[in-house]
């Protein structure tokens, strides 16, 4: 500011000098993380750059440079950084209306609630002044800058699978091996099911913890980090490593995997079997032990899908007959996760996220249901699962704003899908702004490209090696991911706003 003050440094200089650095920040890459992590879709390195958001003393941080990175970033459309600006109710409407300008012309922005997570975040032990330092790093997930180890996107669990073994009793009916919790009484109710799915999710939590404790003592022992600790606040006059305990703040970010999966296959059984009980109990499960082949009650379990799918409400509606029963897998994941102690003597931290895992988990999973079959994508991050959402943007985010964001302190992730005529920028700044409120969502993203474009693009990817999409808390090159990891970008359901 002093230079430009000075007329020493124009606006247009310190723009080509941000956008010099974004270019650089696209030749980083980990080789050794981009062959070996197989389950993942996209960079394995994501720097995330912050603007806006509040200062330490609650006050709006926005200023002249973060219209200058925005601009730049707006012009560039690169895939690093990954690029988040944080809203809290002062932030102004000028900047939300050119987020809203850079999103539709296909720039890759996430934006975060300030109200939701400072709360959070203090209710996790940070410091109000710390609180509103926090950024998200990786994809989403908020830390203190200097004062954090979080570890985080340490666990994934597939709650969809936790569901699976709690209805077959054991069993993993994608592999036929037997493991997990088998029931101590038989299921004649809908609170009986919810009982025995509480249980299974806990034992699963349970182990994932243990193991994640012998990983967090190997990883001290064998792979301190002597420069980050340097760089994180008291590890040094602690005389620790972080990965020993030395940072401020510790914690261990496990994420919850398929939410719309598994509250929408609650609310089939809840309704179907247990309410109008159309099928018993055991006819369900058969039916999705075998993937939904077979005939059940004179009707083929074709025909019984399609009532699944299409006659039970589902996630991403507004319609408080599943938004509840997410509410509740959600608030049990978050409690239980959050009892947990690490290895550093820090805290679990729950997220809701699910980068690409939700497309491999998918693989290994049974037919659920909500209809989805056998080796089929899980739902992705706090959205709904594809093609599900019939109403709109709003009742999308209406549903999400039920959930307690407040208490997934890791990050959770939304993305909607707009076709690049369909956002209109005039009703952007009060759509962000009615789903920031104090008690609303904590994050969403914007994937504004047709399906008709994506399309085209898988057929003829030497023409489009820069489209750029979100395929999670990331950008990616659209034509750099696999068929799979296309095909699900392609199946998200384009709204209207």
């Known amino acids: 500011m002093k230079d430009k003050t000075a007329g020493t440094i124009s606006d247009e200089f310190t723009q080509f000098l941000i956008e010099s650095f974004f270019i650089k920040l696209t030749t980083l890459w980990n080789y050794v993380l981009n062959k070996g992590v197989v389950a993942a879709e996209g960079p394995p390195i994501a720097e995330n750059l912050t603007i806006g958001g509040l200062d330490r003393d609650g006050n709006d941080a926005t200023n002249d440079l973060t219209y200058l990175i925005l601009d730049a970033y707006a012009r560039l459309k690169t895939v690093q950084p990954t690029f988040s600006i944080r809203i809290n109710e002062n932030t102004p409407d000028k900047l939300l209306y050119k987020a809203g300008e850079a999103i539709k012309a296909g720039a890759s922005i996430a934006l975060f609630n300030d109200r939701v997570m400072v709360k959070g975040l203090v209710n996790r032990g940070f410091s109000l002044e710390d609180a509103r330092e926090y950024a998200p790093i990786g994809c989403v997930e908020p830390q203190h800058p200097h004062k954090s180890f979080g570890s985080t996107n340490a666990n994934q669990l597939n709650i969809v699978k936790c569901l699976e073994i709690t209805i077959s009793n054991g069993l993993d009916t994608c592999v036929g091996t037997k493991y997990g919790l088998k029931r101590s009484k038989e299921i004649n109710s809908y609170e009986g099911l919810w009982e025995a799915f509480i249980a299974q999710m806990k034992y699963f939590i349970k182990y994932m913890v243990l193991t994640m404790e012998k990983l967090d003592a190997s990883i001290a022992d064998w792979d301190p980090q002597p420069f980050l600790s340097a760089t994180t606040d008291e590890c040094i006059e602690k005389g620790l490593d972080i990965t020993k305990g030395g940072a401020v703040y510790d914690f261990t970010g496990p994420q919850l995997v398929g939410l719309a999966t598994v509250a929408d296959s609650l609310a089939v059984i809840k309704k179907i079997v247990f309410e109008d009980k159309l099928l018993s109990f055991e ?62 003597g820090g805290k679990y931290n729950p997220g809701i996220y699910s980068t690409s895992f939700h497309i491999a988990f998918g693989a290994f999973t049974g037919a659920s249901a909500d209809g989805r079959k056998l080796g089929v994508p899980l739902s992705n991050g706090l959205g709904p699962t594809h093609g599900m959402d019939k109403d709109g943007p709003t009742a999308v985010l209406n549903s999400v704003m039920k959930l307690p964001n407040d208490l997934m302190t890791n990050g959770n992730s939304l993305i909607l899908a707009f076709h690049p005529n369909a956002l209109n920028l005039d009703k952007f700044p009060p759509l962000i702004r009615t789903f920031f409120g104090s008690q609303g969502g904590y994050h969403v993203q914007f994937n504004i490209v047709g399906k008709e474009t994506l399309l085209d693009a898988q057929k003829n990817p030497d023409e489009y090696r820069s489209l750029v999409v979100r395929i999670a808390g990331y950008s990616v090159y659209f034509t750099e991911l696999s068929k799979t990891a296309q095909n699900d970008v392609i199946a998200r359901t384009e709204c209207h706003l």
């Open 283 to 344: 006819e369900l499960a058969e039916m999705l032990r075998r993937n939904f082949k077979g005939t059940y009650r004179g009707k083929k379990a074709k025909e019984w899908r399609q009532i699944f799918i299409n006659k039970v409400p589902k996630f991403g509606n507004d319609d408080d007959y599943v938004d509840q029963i997410a509410v509740d897998v959600a608030r049990a994941y978050c409690e239980e996760i959050a009892g947990y102690t690490n290895y550093r």
